[in-house]
């Protein structure tokens, strides 16, 4: 199946920084990915559809100037959380969308980042 | 907007016990797909169903898509402690068919 990695799997950080996130497809191109965002026992949040080569698609009331994303070539993607805050501490989770051939596309998902802001 | 309903929330079976999952839909869904999150983990593809009335098993695991495909069910026979986690069901966004639409998920405890 597709892989996908997602570095760092877990950051630690002061409030006021920023916090870069990648998601990589190692296996396969990925003209699509998604960001995802997951607060203890609830279910995936979408943040924003990354498009390679365009402008990210944010969902609402989802900051698009604090959660920055890039999608610079076929196989990365990265977000930014910029200025972080306790509040912005959660599970961030990538996917990359692959075409099963049948119009239908399933999602492969990277390992997450924990990211705890103090 | 589209949305997808998952109930129950949780559940605790002892093991050996079966367990159901079930997912509804007030529209007519394209397809279905179950995931599967281990705790602390990341959700994993499990299958996919498009067929009105389509039934897929993996093993202990029977997969069932509604024949309006407004509803799906996962069941496991036997559970074992391997099984836990928490289970989502998702459909493709009908305006928008890379995104999914995710139910809130049924999180599964065995009890050895």
């Known amino acids: 199946g597709a892989v996908v990695s997602q570095h760092p799997s877990r950051v630690i950080c002061k409030s006021g920084t920023s916090v870069k996130i990648e998601c990589r497809s190692l296996?396969?191109?990925?003209?699509?990915m998604f960001w995802y965002r997951q607060f203890p026992k609830q279910s995936l949040m979408l943040m924003a559809t990354s498009n390679e080569g365009s402008k990210a698609t944010y969902e609402q009331g989802v900051e698009k100037d604090k959660f920055l994303i890039n999608h610079a070539s076929l196989t990365l993607s990265t977000l930014t959380v910029t200025s972080a805050h306790p509040e912005d501490s959660s599970f961030y989770i990538c996917?990359?969308?692959?075409?099963?051939?049948?119009?239908?596309?399933?999602?492969?998902f990277g390992p997450g980042t924990r990211l705890l802001v103090l | 907007g589209q949305q997808v309903m998952q109930i129950p929330q949780y559940q605790h079976v002892q093991e050996g016990e079966d367990f159901t999952t079930y997912c509804n839909s007030s529209?007519?869904?394209?397809?279905i797909q179950w995931y599967k999150q281990r705790p602390g983990g990341h959700p994993v593809f499990l299958i996919q169903l498009v067929k009105s009335g389509e039934v897929k098993k993996q093993k202990r695991l029977t997969f069932q898509f509604g024949e309006a495909k407004k509803n799906s069910s996962l069941h496991i026979t036997a559970t074992q402690t391997t099984d836990v986690g928490t289970y989502f069901c998702a459909a493709n966004n009908a305006g928008n068919n890379r995104k999914l639409i995710w139910g809130l998920g049924t999180s599964l405890a065995v009890n050895p």
């Open positions: 296996d396969f191109q990925a003209t699509t």
């Open positions: 996917s990359a969308s692959v075409g099963t051939g049948t119009g239908i596309e399933t999602q492969y």
């Open positions: 529209t007519t869904l394209s397809n």
